[in-house]
């Protein structure tokens, strides 16, 4: 067959990296590229975006390449193309899927980094085989992705999953977001770290320091339960209304394996007496799960049109 196989360029805007993928439809990756994320300068990081599409469009040379999709984290409107909150990449109200198409002359998806890696995660990963899942992603935020009865839910403000911010303590520990009490102050790995850091009186301390200092240090094992705990009755409330088969844990804090699964699976089945205590298991796409991801939902948006 001469040539004809059309690609895309699917991309992740992470908080460290850019990363690029020319993918074909059977998600065969044809070639790859990244940049470093320009922080929180907006329009260098969209030239830095454009850097790594241009190089991903000389390596596609004569076979057509039918959109960029691209994983963004933040308030994405992924109908009007526009981001409406990136902090991080300095975007706000930033027509992001407008610009970027101009420049390159190729339509431009735009996709919320998370439901990205939870499709790639249900489609490709830890999540196969099931219709009713919840994909829980914790770094330095806590944000999840929702399939019920097999379908992905966005929710009429396409912004459903901000498990993070759902409220587990009266008058908590204050969030930038301007609540208090939310979950992701308690369980996120970077609030464990401060926790910890409080606790042993240092300046500064992370997850991954509390984890393994877990059974030899009861400071260490403290922090731990109360984040553990936290994340329990965040994902009680969840379980409880959407009859979840399974939950897929990913992002930084799922590092921690069996150290995360066993005592969630304890609290939950301490504590859970109307839904069912669903399986409970680690991401296997790891790092890649946004780029799979976004080259799975620029698929399937193009084959919808
Ligand atoms: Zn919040």
Redesign the pocket.
Known sequence: MAGAVSLVIALDVGGTNIRGELVDPAGTVHAASHEPTAGSDGDATLDAIERVCRALLVEAGDRPVEAVGLAVPGVVDSRTGVVLLAGNLGWRDTAVADILGHRLGIPVLLHHDVNCAGLAERELGAGRGVDDMLAVFIGTGIAASLTVGGVAVGGGTNQAGEL??V?IRENGIE?????RG?L??YCSASSIGIAYAAATGRDAATSLEVVQALGSDPLADAVWDEAITALALGILGAITLLGTERIVLGGGLAAAGDKLVGPLRAKLEATVRVATVPEIVVAELGQRAGVIGAALATWKRLSDD
């Open positions: 993070g911010h409220v969030c930038p977001c301007g609540q939310c992701e102050r």
